[in-house]
C-alpha cells in the first residue's frame, strides 16, 4: 500500500514565523497583513488592485455586484466548472447560461458563447423568452489554463458584454506572456489548500479599476464606510455609517500571513509543479499508457498545473466516442480505475462537475445529459493524478506503474 494524495499544501517554517508574529501583534482580523498580501498578489499579476474576501465563491459574487449583475440580468458560464461558478451570479439574482467547454481544453467554448448570443438573444441582448438582458461572461481558467481569452474579449467586445475570470485554478497562468489577469478583465482567484499557493481558505479579486476597488472594499466589510483598522487608527469608539448592505466576506491577518509566505515560494511552486506535470507527460507517452490523453496545452499558453487532469481515449479502448450509452461504460471504466487506484493508496478525483447535472441545477432547470456533451464527456472520463511540490520522482513512476498494470489487468478486456 502507497499513501500518495492527490494534492498535498507545500509549507515551511516560514508560515509559522509569519502567523506567530501576527498573533504576537494582538491584531488577527482584517488589516495591514491583508493589505501586504493584496499588494503582493497584485504585483504578481502586473495588475493594480487586489481585494481579499474569504473565498473565491465571495470574491466572485463581490465582482458580479461591482459590475452591476442583479435580478434583471443573464451571465454565460461554462457548464464544466465547480458549482461556485454558477452559484455566485445565483447570489446576484442573475441566471447561468451554460455553455459546454472545448474537448482539448476543458475551458469555455467561444464558438458556443458565439452561438448561445446569436440564438437566444435580441440585437438588444435581451432574452426572448425571459426577457433578462445578458450581462457578462464569466471564463473560468481551469486547472491552471487559460480558457481563449483574446477571442472572448473580442467577442464581449463585439456584443458590448463584460467579462469575468474565474481563475480560482490558475494564478500565475498566462497566454503568449501576458498573465491571466493582465487582460482587461476582472480576476478572481482561490487560496483553497487545492490551489498552487494557500491561506486555507480565501480568495481575491483583482482589478485595474482604483473605484470598482475601493467599492468592493467597502461591501467586503458590511458596507462600512471606514475599514476596521482605519477606524482604529483614530476614534475607535465611534462607529462608522453604513451605506450599502455589504457582507461579512473579510479575509484575516493570520491567512494572510500565510498567504505572504506562500507567495515567496510561488515561483518554486509553479516551477516544481510543471517540472512533474513534464515528467507525467513524457512517461504516460513512453510506458505505452495510451488510454489516458494528458493535458492539452495550446502554443503559447503557460500551464501552472493546479490540477494534473486526464482524459480517458475512448478510442483507443474500443468505445464509440460522442455515443452517450458508450460514455456511460466508460464512466465506469473511469470508475473502475480510480477504485483500483484508491485501493493501492493513490488518491485520484474527477476533474470537475458537468455542472448542468448536479442536483440543483438539474431540477430547476431541467437540463439533459447531453445538453453540454463536452462538459459531460469530461465529467464521466476525466481523472486528476496526484501532483504536488513533495511528491518525489519515485512516488510519480509508482502512480504510472500502477496504471501501466491497471492498463494490462483491467483496459484489456476493452481495447
Known amino acids: 500500500m502507497y499513501n500518495i494524495p492527490v494534492i498535498l499544501p507545500f509549507f515551511d517554517q516560514d508560515e509559522a514565523d509569519e502567523v506567530s508574529k501576527v498573533l504576537a501583534s494582538g491584531w488577527v482580523a482584517q488589516g495591514g497583513k491583508v493589505a501586504e498580501f493584496e499588494k503582493m498578489v497584485a504585483a504578481y499579476e502586473h495588475v493594480a488592485h487586489g481585494v481579499a474576501a474569504t ?15 442583479n435580478e434583471s440580468h443573464d451571465c454565460i458560464v461554462p457548464s464544466f466548472t465547480f458549482t461556485a461558478t454558477p452559484n455566485s451570479v445565483l447570489y446576484t439574482g442573475a441566471t447561468p447560461i451554460f ?36 450581462k457578462a461572461i464569466i471564463a473560468v481558467n481551469l486547472f491552471g489554463l487559460c480558457a481563449d481569452l ?7 467586445k463585439q456584443y458590448g458584454l463584460s467579462v469575468l475570470q474565474d481563475s480560482a485554478c490558475a494564478f500565475g497562468a ?17 487560496f483553497h489548500p487545492r490551489k498552487s499557493i494557500t491561506t486555507g481558505e480565501g480568495g481575491m479579486v483583482l482589478t485595474n479599476d482604483a473605484a470598482q476597488a475601493a467599492y468592493m472594499r467597502t461591501l467586503r466589510s458590511h458596507g462600512a464606510t471606514v475599514s476596521e483598522i482605519d477606524r482604529h487608527k483614530k476614534a475607535g469608539y465611534l462607529m462608522p455609517d ?16 500565510v498567504g505572504i509566505a506562500q507567495m515567496r515560494k510561488m515561483d518554486f511552486i509553479t516551477d516544481t509543479r510543471r517540472n512533474k506535470a513534464a515528467l507525467y507527460d513524457k512517461c ?30 475512448m478510442e483507443r479502448l474500443g468505445f464509440r466516442p460522442g455515443e452517450m450509452d458508450e460514455i456511460e461504460k466508460a464512466s465506469n471504466l473511469r470508475n473502475e480505475i480510480m477504485s483500483k487506484l484508491d485501493n493501492l493508496g493513490i488518491a485520484t478525483r474527477v476533474g470537475t462537475h458537468a455542472t448542468h447535472l448536479l442536483g440543483h441545477y438539474r431540477d430547476r432547470y431541467g437540463f439533459a445529459p447531453d445538453a453540454f456533451p463536452a462538459s459531460y464527456m469530461l465529467d464521466s472520463l476525466s481523472i486528476t493524478l496526484p501532483l ?6 519515485q512516488d510519480q513512476i509508482q502512480v504510472l506503474q500502477s496504471l501501466l498494470e491497471i492498463k494490462n ?3 484489456g478486456r476493452y481495447a
Request: net charge negative.
Open 284 to 313: 504516460i507517452q513512453e510506458m505505452g499508457i495510451d488510454f489516458l490523453k494528458p493535458p492539452h496545452v495550446p502554443e503559447g499558453y503557460y500551464h501552472t498545473y493546479q490540477s494534473y487532469v486526464c482524459v480517458l481515449d
Open 55 to 69: 473565498s473565491c465563491t465571495t470574491a466572485l459574487h463581490l465582482a458580479l455586484i461591482a459590475m452591476g449583475v
Open 99 to 134: 455553455c459546454d467547454v472545448t474537448a482539448d481544453t476543458y475551458n469555455l467554448d467561444p464558438d458556443c458563447v458565439e452561438r448561445i448570443i446569436r440564438e437566444r438573444y435580441d440585437d438588444r441582448l435581451i432574452n426572448r423568452q425571459t426577457g433578462k438582458q445578458l
Open 409 to 411: 489487468e483491467l483496459v
Open 150 to 156: 483574446p477571442r472572448i474579449n473580442a467577442i464581449a
Open 174 to 190: 498566462k497566454i503568449n506572456g501576458t498573465m491571466e489577469a493582465d487582460f482587461g478583465n476582472m480576476t478572481c482567484l482561490s
Open 242 to 257: 453604513f451605506n450599502e448592505l455589504g457582507y461579512n466576506y473579510r479575509m484575516t491577518d493570520i491567512q494572510a500571513a
Open 388 to 393: 504536488y511540490v513533495q511528491m518525489t520522482e
